[in-house]
């Protein structure tokens, strides 16, 4: 499946709000947040020329998220920045004062963290930023988690001290029953997704995502003229498609390709509807964190304006670029792709053989991926590889290079 933008909103500026959150201040206050992380290091931007020589491109280059804050997940950036965002907040009004960062660790900012509980649905990486988020800042969090969400992420969250709560059906059901129970519990909700009159924390869960456009656009050269991106809700996508689209500009932006799962292809159901609709579910798609049938609002609003083409890939397509990216050829760098890591570069592939006229990939195309997830489920991807990810990691370059 491939749709070109066809929305009447498409190259409209940014709704206000949304640019605000996507803008340059609000990834000015992502990177003052990140600063206080002990654990924050740029991560690394690969080349891969012998893959674009084969795809007939100038340049392809890889954002490897599979190091971000020791989480293995571009999701490290959103859930924890919204959680310290949110305690900040309450802490201040309960205080009668300002408070920042650098006041998590402040007794009485404590104190108040310590009677706040945040509550989230994942397919695995997000609870897991959120978990960990609220450990580091002292709040208790509770985490939703559907039948398909594997034994291996549930203990990679709840070993942040989150209580997990396992829901019948799929990852939408989980989001409405931490809705639901939030409501219920007086919780506050840290999810990124977005419905009607719930929209503010997950565009701070967006905002966070800003942080790799950031680091990327340092990191290369010159700027990508394209770049694909995968999409569950839409949050990564409409993170990155926005900041790119205020920072270059629309004359200098790059071309914006969203990928997704054809077993799960919400935001494809958006843009040929027109707005956001709830996708029938079927069988269920290897690529898991990107497993939703339904778009984040606050996510389609963005992708309308700033996405130039929506497209699926199928589950050999993932599956076999984890694969390449393991055992790569021409000298190309080894990476380490989760079953939804690879998806932007699967969809590139499939791009390159079937829609090079309609996007304008050509031997002057310089373009941009990001491997969104490392192995965070080790079993699963020895399983679909044919190798443990720990002897693939032997020689990997070091965390912040540039290869």
Same mark, same amino acid.
Request: hydrophobic letters at 50%; a negative charge.
């Given at each position: 499946?491939? %749709?070109? !933008?066809?929305?009447?909103? =498409? #190259?409209?500026?940014?709704? &206000? ?16 947040? %990140? ?21 007939? *491109? ?12 020791? *989480? ?12 310290? @965002? *949110?305690?900040?907040?309450? +802490?201040?009004?309960?205080?009668? #004062? ?10 009485? &900012? ?14 695995? !990486? ?18 939703? &988690? ?28 989980? $989001? ?21 009159? =719930? ?11 800003? +942080? ?20 569950? $809700? ?18 200098? /932006? ?9 077993? +799960? ?6 843009? /040929? ?27 389609? @609003? ?21 694969? @390449?990216?393991? /055992? ?7 990476? $380490? ?5 690879? $998806?932007? %570069? ?8 079937? !829609? ?14 990001? !491997? ?32």
């Amino acid at each position: 499946m491939f %749709l070109l !933008n066809g929305n009447d909103l =498409y #190259r409209q500026p940014l709704a &206000v709000a949304d640019a605000e959150t996507l803008g340059i201040a609000g990834a000015d206050t992502v990177e003052r947040f %990140l600063a206080h992380r002990d654990n924050h290091v740029m991560t690394p931007l690969h080349a891969l020329p012998a893959l674009a020589g084969e795809l007939g *491109l100038a340049a392809l280059h890889v954002k490897d998220e599979g190091f971000r804050l020791g *989480l293995g997940s571009f999701k490290a950036l959103g859930g924890a920045y919204a959680v310290f @965002r *949110l305690v900040l907040e309450e +802490a201040g009004k309960r205080l009668g #004062r300002a408070v920042d960062v650098g006041d998590l660790d402040r007794p009485d &900012v404590r104190a108040v963290a310590a009677t706040m509980t945040v509550a989230c649905a994942t397919d695995g !990486n997000h609870g897991r930023s959120v978990a960990q988020g609220a450990e580091l800042a002292g709040a208790k969090a509770v985490i939703f &988690v559907h039948a398909g969400v594997s034994d291996e992420r549930i203990s990679a969250i709840a070993r942040y001290g989150a209580r997990m709560v396992r829901v019948d059906g799929n990852y939408d059901d989980s $989001v409405r029953q931490a809705a639901k129970v939030s409501a219920e519990k007086g919780w506050t909700v840290v999810s990124d997704t977005s419905w009607p009159g =719930y929209e503010r924390i997950p565009g701070l869960v967006m905002q966070g995502y800003t +942080a790799i456009v950031r680091e990327a656009l340092r990191q290369l050269c010159e700027p990508p003229t394209h770049v694909f991106v995968q999409a569950g $809700v839409g949050g990564i996508a409409a993170a990155v498609a926005g900041h790119l689209a205020i920072v270059l500009g629309d004359d200098a /932006r790059p071309v914006f390709t969203v990928v997704e799962p054809a077993r +799960a292809a919400c935001v494809v159901a958006a843009a /040929r509807a027109g707005h956001v609709v709830k996708v029938a579910h079927d069988q269920p798609t290897v690529m898991a964190m990107l497993e939703c049938y339904e778009a984040s609002l606050v996510a389609w @609003r963005v992708l309308a304006r700033a996405a130039d083409a929506f497209m699926t890939v199928d589950e050999e397509d993932a599956v076999a670029v984890m694969r @390449r990216l393991a /055992r790569p050829a021409g000298g190309d760098p080894v990476i $380490v792709a989760g079953e939804s890591g690879g $998806v932007g %570069l699967a969809g590139l592939i499939r791009a390159v053989a079937d !829609n090079r006229a309609e996007l304008g990939l050509d031997s002057k195309s310089r373009v941009l991926v990001i !491997n969104t997830e490392g192995a965070t489920d080790p079993r699963r991807y020895a399983e679909l590889v044919g190798i443990d990810p720990a002897d693939v990691l032997a020689g990997k370059l070091a965390v912040g290079a540039v290869s």
